[in-house]
């Protein structure tokens, strides 16, 4: 969906009436936003094209969303995942960057302090800061019982914190909607 605002055009604005975003479940509302963005990404994987055309062609608070949306889906899942994604993100500086800058953009403090933790002790450990060479596999962190050790003292804080990011970001959306939608006319007719 291509939305003109002030000469640029904004992607992924989602239409919809008032009424039906005001009744959707923060879940729902997480999924008819964020479903489109992800569906594009995947396409433009797909034909070999760079992302960050359209990234950049996205509200702020899109951009902030979107980012934050495929950490969340991939490193909240469990203790391996939660590690392996967050190496990934690691490597690939600009999504790290974009992640961390994303938490800031919404105000979670608490989350960014906890990804930074993260990132200090996966740089301790030696993990990579670039994919050049990027090898790391899921089961390392489980064959490196201090590794191990370290990364389960901040999940459970990083667990604890996203759900609560993730409301209040859901929080955000339904107080910037122009951001994130356009209004279709509602056409229902009394009588």
Do not use: C
């Amino acid at each position: 969906m291509y939305n003109h605002s002030e000469g640029v055009i904004f992607i992924f604005k989602v239409a919809m009436n008032k009424q039906r975003f005001q009744e959707l479940s923060d879940e729902e509302l997480t999924q008819a936003l964020f479903g489109p963005m992800i569906h594009r990404y995947k396409e433009e994987q797909l034909l070999g094209h760079d992302f960050m055309d359209i990234y950049q062609q996205m509200t702020k608070g899109q951009q902030a969303f979107f980012v934050f949306q495929t950490y969340y889906i991939h490193a909240s899942s469990s203790l391996t995942e939660f590690y392996w994604w967050s190496v990934y993100y690691v490597a690939e500086r600009g999504r790290w960057k974009g992640l961390l800058s994303g938490l800031n953009y919404f105000g979670e403090d608490e989350l960014v302090q906890i990804l930074q933790q993260v990132e200090q002790i996966l740089l301790e450990f030696g993990h990579p800061v670039t994919l050049d060479d990027f090898n790391i596999s899921r089961d390392q962190l489980h064959q490196r019982p201090k590794l191990l050790k370290a990364i389960e003292t901040v999940e459970e804080p990083f667990q604890i914190a996203v759900k609560n990011t993730l409301q209040r970001i859901m929080s955000y959306i339904r107080s910037h909607p122009e951001e994130f939608v356009t209004w279709e006319e509602d056409h229902t007719q009394v009588g």
